[in-house]
């Protein structure tokens, strides 16, 4: 088993910036590909980003491209998502999961693995 923990979110101005960090326990995060999804009140959970597990091929979802980045430090077990020129719209809260598969990151039945998740709010 696997357990992830999220942290980094809080509230923030539109415009500005947050770094959120995955903490992963349990398993080492180097066999995985890991993602970050969203859900936003009312909304369903909606893919983010994610990366294979060599590290070597990130993906983003539209709505973020060029403002978020998604990282990973294999040692530290840990993945982070860096958001910068935060929307208002970004508000939701933010999962961290792990996926065994190779492909169809953005789907999140493709994930074993959850974080409780961690809030983000963006006020404009």
């Known amino acids: 088993q696997m357990q992830l923990v999220e942290s980094g979110g809080g509230l923030v101005q539109a415009g500005g910036s947050l770094r959120l960090s995955c903490a992963a326990s349990?398993?080492?995060?180097?066999?995985?590909?890991m993602g970050w999804f969203r859900q936003a009140p009312g909304k369903e959970r909606e893919f983010v980003a994610a990366?294979?597990?060599?590290?070597?091929?990130?993906y983003d979802a539209n709505s973020v491209k060029g403002r978020f980045t998604i990282s990973r430090d294999n040692v530290q077990n840990t993945v982070y998502l860096q958001m910068n020129s935060l929307k208002p719209e970004d508000t939701a809260v933010y999962y961290c999961?792990?996926?065994?598969?190779?492909?169809?990151?953005?789907?999140?039945?493709?994930?074993?693995?959850w974080g409780q998740g961690t809030q983000v709010t963006v006020s404009s």
């Open positions: 999961a792990a996926s065994p598969y190779y492909s169809h990151y953005d789907v999140s039945g493709r994930y074993d693995y």
């Open positions: 349990g398993r080492t995060i180097s066999a995985y590909a």
């Open positions: 990366m294979r597990w060599s590290g070597d091929t990130t």
